[in-house]
């Protein structure tokens, strides 16, 4: 495949293995310096949690299961602008209390670290070879930034992640989410390492959307798939994708992946974000549960030309 463009950053051979497998690997993309940097400013962010009205993710003390529940979709649904934390399931006992250190407890913190926190923020919207990669990977035009996250995978009870792509909670049309995920740490088959099934981005439909429901709380809805590729995943074999720390993973965002539980005594941090593309190239779609506000817009990767 060409782009009739010169790459930048990739070499042709990288350009097209991300279009034939949909996905990439690049190791050592990120600098000892850099990792050291967003690991050490993930620990502040987990030493700053404070469980003062958090959610938890359960129930809590002497309230019913479903009005936790729409709590705890609160906390989600107003998180796109935000920075919150997010608890590993297991690390909450039918007491509503953690079992173990707060810092042990958070799965997930997102989803605007690269909003509002100063390291993150630079890392994602000033960083030149973020933006070469955009541009080779097509995203020339317009690119937008959003739903930011760190990932811990915490030790023994990190959640697995079940198959999805990520253009069905992040909907554009056409669709055009763009996941860059970074190994902050080394990703072993016991530690939950990313899994993809190859090339089942060009044999998978956006079949539906992840929307938030006008009666609150959020839930799957059917898409037309209209011209969207068709094909059939059959005989497709997931493979995962163990890699050391410092590692970019560029995710299409119909390819096929998921993630194991972590059964191992280490933890898993990856800082994760994603692009899209803009109008008129794709519409973001405004049922998706993250919404741009007008304090808090989606950030332009690129500076906007005259
Ligand atoms: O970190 C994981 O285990 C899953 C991440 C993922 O699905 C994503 O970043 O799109
Ligand atoms: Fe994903």
Request: aromatic share 10%.
């Amino acid at each position: 495949m060409s782009t009739g463009r010169t790459l930048e950053f990739l070499t042709q051979e990288q350009f097209d293995q991300f279009y034939r497998d949909g996905y990439l690997l690049l190791p050592g993309f990120l600098s000892d310096e850099q990792i050291q940097g967003l690991l050490a400013r993930t620990k502040q962010l987990l030493d700053d949690f404070t469980l003062e009205g958090h959610p938890m993710t359960k129930f809590t003390t002497g309230e019913s299961e479903a009005e936790n529940k729409h709590v705890g979709d609160e906390y989600f649904l107003n998180s796109g602008n935000k920075i919150r934390y997010f608890l590993e399931e297991d690390a909450v006992g039918l007491d509503g209390q953690l079992n173990r250190s707060k810092e042990q407890s958070v799965n997930k913190i997102g989803h605007a670290l690269h909003e509002i926190d100063p390291v993150f923020r630079e890392f994602t919207l000033e960083n030149e070879k973020l933006r070469a990669l955009a541009r080779d990977l097509a995203f020339h035009r317009d690119p937008e930034v959003l739903q930011s996250m760190v990932i811990c995978k915490q030790p023994r009870i990190g959640a697995k992640v079940p198959e999805h792509n990520d253009s069905t909670f992040l909907y554009t049309d056409p669709p055009s989410a763009l996941g860059f995920w970074f190994a902050l740490e080394d990703c072993t088959p016991s530690n939950g390492a990313l899994s993809f099934l190859p090339g089942s981005h060009t044999t998978t439909k956006i079949a539906k959307r992840f929307v938030r429901l006008p009666e609150g709380g959020t839930g799957f809805e059917d898409l037309p798939v209209g011209d969207q590729p068709a094909g059939d995943n059959a005989g497709k074999e997931y493979i995962q994708e163990t890699c050391e720390a410092g590692t970019l993973v560029l995710i299409h965002g119909s390819v096929l992946h998921k993630s194991e539980r972590n059964t191992s005594a280490r933890t898993r941090f990856a800082y994760t974000f994603h692009m899209i593309e803009s109008p008129p190239l794709a519409k973001y779609d405004e049922k998706n549960w993250l919404q741009p506000t007008p304090a808090m817009p989606f950030s332009k990767l690129f500076a906007i030309k005259a």
